[in-house]
């Protein structure tokens, strides 16, 4: 097997048991790891976010939000997500040593003064299990060699009336890997829910489940599908940078896995011609996961990332870990209100990118003494 899976599962699984253990899980309980692993140039691989977790908030928490805390909680608290919420804030510090005029070790400022990523640089995905939603939705391994008698794989050989009669009580008791996840009521066709193999059918968006009131986050298999079209950066860093596609995607040992299920719920029940990354399942298992006697999802998440004041992060409910309702000002770093910060004013005249490109022109060509005002004069956030 490619020795590649193999050396990204190995790297985030090492990440992790280096951390600390608050927010882990105890005996009991399990949980799902995920990370970004950056390649560079020279082939070195080094871990850059990480994240675990399984929790997702109802839409009815996030609502009666008041204004001066929206943005504040965290809605999805699922492996992969915040692996991604915790690589974006990385993003955003490369972004900051890179205009402060140090090198970075993705980005550089090119002849025009614009960002760009250094083209050899690629980013790589891990997860401990298939992601929720589509990607999980398969058969289930029940007719092997192992499993079929002898006596049948003989009969099914010889004696063709017989084949018939055994095939029909193989298929009556086929069943299928079903996801939590429920179609989205807008969706045209809806989950059966019949007995064994038709419980669920493949192709709609899908929430993702929570206890009580239903959750507005859509499953990991459509918000994976979406950063494969348009990039994992979002929105607001496409301003200043451009798209970034996972090159990679590994789904490690001890978990139900197909390869066809990853491609069609990553790209191609939307269309046959987007990108697919290379998907792959390593040999190397977490040893947390849902497995034996942990039979409880951990409650807490952990989030770290790669950034010059790195530190860990602990996640419960969507809340920083120890920080009440009543306590305001102490949020998590890779919240929304958290990550708009990193957006100062430089930037947001940057993302003008006409403006500037013009600008820049015109400096070069008539007005060419002018200055450039000191960056920590724009170094301030909005």
Not at 248 to 259: D, K, M, Q, R
Not at 290 to 304: A, D, F, L, V, Y
Not at 324 to 330: A, D, I, R, S
Request: net charge positive; hydrophobic share 35%; glycine share 6%.
């Amino acid at each position: 097997m490619n020795n590649f899976p193999n050396k990204i599962a190995t790297l985030c699984i090492e990440k992790y048991n280096s951390l600390k253990k608050s927010g882990k899980p105890t005996d009991n309980e399990w949980t799902i790891l995920s990370g970004i692993i950056l390649k560079t140039e020279c082939e070195s691989l080094s871990v850059v976010s990480l994240a675990t977790g399984t929790k997702c908030l109802g839409g009815l928490e996030l609502i009666k939000t008041p204004p001066h805390e929206r943005g504040s909680k965290l809605s999805d608290s699922h492996a992969e997500i915040l692996a991604r919420r915790a690589f974006l804030r990385y993003l955003y510090d490369q972004i900051d040593i890179v205009l402060s005029g140090f090198k970075s070790n993705i980005l550089f400022l090119n002849k025009e003064n614009k960002l760009e990523m250094y083209p050899s640089v690629s980013f790589h995905f891990f997860s401990s299990q298939s992601p929720c939603g589509d990607c999980s939705i398969f058969p289930k391994d029940d007719i092997d060699e192992e499993e079929c008698p002898a006596k049948i794989r003989k009969t099914m050989h010889n004696d063709q009336e017989s084949t018939t009669l055994e095939l029909t009580v193989i298929e009556t008791n086929a069943d299928i890997h079903r996801t939590g996840a429920k179609c989205l009521k807008t969706e045209r066709y809806q989950d059966p829910k019949l007995p064994g193999a038709d419980y669920h059918i493949t192709g709609p968006l899908r929430t993702k489940p929570g206890r009580g009131d239903p959750t507005l986050s859509l499953s990991c298999s459509d918000k994976m599908a979406k950063w494969n079209v348009i990039g994992i950066q979002g929105s607001l860093l496409s301003l200043f940078i451009s798209q970034i596609k996972l090159e990679s995607i590994t789904i490690g040992n001890g978990c139900p896995f197909s390869l066809e299920a990853m491609e069609r719920g990553l790209c191609k029940r939307f269309s046959n011609k987007l990108h697919v990354p290379q998907i792959f399942q390593a040999d190397i298992a977490f040893a947390q996961r849902k497995e034996g006697k942990r039979i409880n999802p951990c409650p807490s998440s952990i989030i770290w990332c790669a950034v010059r004041k790195s530190e860990l992060e602990i996640a419960v409910q969507g809340r920083k870990q120890g920080i009440t309702k009543k306590k305001k000002g102490h949020y998590l770093l890779v919240s929304r209100r958290e990550l708009l910060k990193k957006i100062t004013y430089y930037d947001c005249k940057q993302s003008a990118v006409q403006y500037q490109s013009t600008w820049n022109q015109l400096k070069k060509e008539v007005f060419i003494s002018w200055p450039d005002k000191p960056l920590y004069l724009q170094d301030f956030v909005l």
